[in-house]
């Protein structure tokens, strides 16, 4: 789909004008807070819609954008359970992990490994959160943005990458987190008023739901799916789909840096609350129009291009070049987000805790900035490489976090929940898990020894978490509690220290808890 072609002044002056205004907010922001901790964690100081606005915005990118939008062409809701079953991982994230995090007031992931753990498991963490953050965060966002960028401006492949990776830098490497959270608040009204607008245009095209519903077959609007032709089954979403989420939304640096960056636990759990109803949304937006582009456009070549196909083919001009800002919002919402992360992580875990604790303020935040380049760095190059895996792009990105996800899952579950697991048992489950996490992913991805012999890529990641879970157990009894550990409280005793009430929280996620059992029934 040329969407260059299409593109006329305005459409451009939008997209100009967007950019323009995206980076002057950062820069706003930026200019307002120079502290080291606010480059990182915003000074605590954000209030619970900014943490749920930018929650969803970093969850929401282009290659979710166009996936969704092609897996949907190809096979109806199915990959809506991909949002529909996130809420009680979130509700996990606010209910549990949260208070733990706010209670020691950790900065980052390994850190709070660090004070469970002790020093073993906080420094692979380190690195293995770098690894991830530059894997899933960087590459296989900027690639997919990086793709469509070069359709619009007709430019280069690496061009349109140095571009788009320099603007979310700018901001990020001066205002840090607080520049990243406030313009995610921004893309993500942006991304959502703009997705809804496509959706209400399309179904105006195909003549209204009613008339949706029926040139459409009745298995594309199921959700919990059986038979050896389902391409997501009801039970490889149940049992596969928590693995990677307690990882994604408990355990990732780039989420949860978004609820650190609160002012009090009570805001962080809110903002994460109305993110989880946020994502009630993202199948009516991302989805239905590319169910959409299958009764209006059916028998495309690629079905990676149904989003450009209904941006350019039912959008007015001024409308179109709106979309592409939506989607330019959503790349770099993602982008400085994983920056800021890997920049965190470097800065506090490794170089400061491992070469220079005597740091000053003036020097970590030097290093921050200096860390925030060479991720972007290396992004470009890793993005330049992210077409050798012949496999559909929604698929692809599910899988790398299908398989990256195990270890960490693993080790953040039971170190919470039961206090007899020990540090040398995280430190082994870690390198062993991930090793073998790795290992079986990549030849999954690569189809070795042939693609019959792998079960579906979600009950092979459940698999995968089963047994490290298993293999920590036995290594934690095997072995004995150090003393460089941190036992943790009760969550009771936990919710008394930071002297949160919970009743209220609780009686929203019951409200949530009732709309998607609605949903699915209404659906199945």
């Known amino acids: 789909m040329d969407i260059h072609s299409k593109l006329q002044t305005l459409d451009f002056a ?55 939008c092609s897996v ?15 809420w009680w991982l979130m509700m996990l994230l606010a209910m549990l992990f949260v208070p733990y995090y706010m209670r020691t007031r950790v900065s980052t992931m390994p ?4 004070r469970r753990f002790g020093r073993g498991p906080h420094a692979f963490l380190s690195y293995y959160a770098l690894f991830t953050t530059i894997v899933s965060w960087l590459g296989l966002v900027l690639y997919t943005g990086g793709l469509l960028f070069s359709q619009i401006m007709d430019w280069p492949l690496w061009v349109s990458l140095v571009v788009l990776m320099a603007i979310a830098t700018s901001f990020t490497v001066i205002g840090g987190l ?28 195909v003549g209204g739901v009613s008339a949706l519903a029926e040139r459409v077959p009745d298995s594309y609007w199921q959700l919990l799916r059986s038979g050896e032709k389902a391409k997501y089954p009801w039970h490889a979403m149940l049992l596969g789909y928590p693995v990677a989420g ?3 939304w408990c355990a990732d640096q780039t989420i949860v840096q978004r609820v650190l ?57 001024g409308m179109v070049g709106l979309m592409v800002a ?85 080790v953040f579950v039971i170190g919470v929940l039961w206090r007899r697991a020990t540090s040398k048992a995280a430190l082994m489950t870690l390198i062993v898990g991930s090793i073998s996490s790795i290992s079986i992913g990549f030849c999954n991805l690569n189809d070795w020894p042939s693609k019959a012999f792998w079960p579906h890529f979600m009950l092979l990641s459940f698999y995968v978490f089963a047994g490290i879970c298993l293999f920590m157990v036995v290594a934690s009894l095997l072995t004995r509690n150090d003393s460089r550990e941190e036992q943790l409280p009760s969550l009771k005793e936990t919710y008394a220290q930071q002297g949160s009430r919970s009743r209220s929280l609780w009686l929203l996620w019951g409200v949530l808890a009732a709309i998607m059992a609605a949903i699915y029934l209404f659906f199945d």
């Open 14 to 68: 939008i997209i100009v004008g967007y950019i323009v205004t995206l980076v002057a907010i950062g820069m706003w922001v930026s200019f307002r807070r120079r502290g080291a901790e606010d480059l990182f964690l915003g000074g605590r100081s954000q209030s619970w819609p900014v943490v749920g606005l930018s929650i969803f915005g970093t969850n929401v990118n282009p290659s979710f954008l166009i996936s969704s």
């Open 72 to 86: 949907a062409y190809m096979s109806g809701f199915a990959a809506a359970n991909f949002e529909w079953l996130a």
């Open 111 to 114: 850190e709070f490994i660090n």
């Open 178 to 205: 607080a520049a990243v959270m406030v313009t995610d608040a921004f893309q993500t009204v942006l991304m959502i008023g703009g997705a809804a607008a496509l959706t209400l245009i399309g179904l105006h095209e």
């Open 246 to 248: 307690i990882w994604f």
């Open 261 to 317: 960056g609160a002012r009090d636990m009570r805001q962080g759990q809110l903002g994460v609350v109305f993110a989880a109803f946020l994502k009630i949304l993202p199948p009516f937006l991302f989805l239905l129009p590319g169910i959409l582009c299958f009764v209006l456009h059916p028998g495309l070549d690629d079905p990676n291009e149904a989003f450009a196909t209904m941006v350019v083919s039912h959008l007015p001009t």
């Open 326 to 410: 939506v989607l330019i919002a959503a790349l770099i919402s993602t982008i400085d987000s994983g920056l800021n992360s890997f920049s965190t992580v470097f800065t506090l875990d490794i170089y400061k805790k491992s070469f220079r604790p005597q740091a000053s303020a003036v020097e970590t935040k030097l290093v921050g900035r200096i860390a925030t380049v060479l991720a972007a760095a290396i992004a470009v190059s890793s993005a330049l490489v992210m077409d050798r895996f012949d496999r559909g792009l929604f698929d692809m990105i599910q899988s790398v976090i299908g398989f990256i996800a195990p270890p960490v899952s693993a």
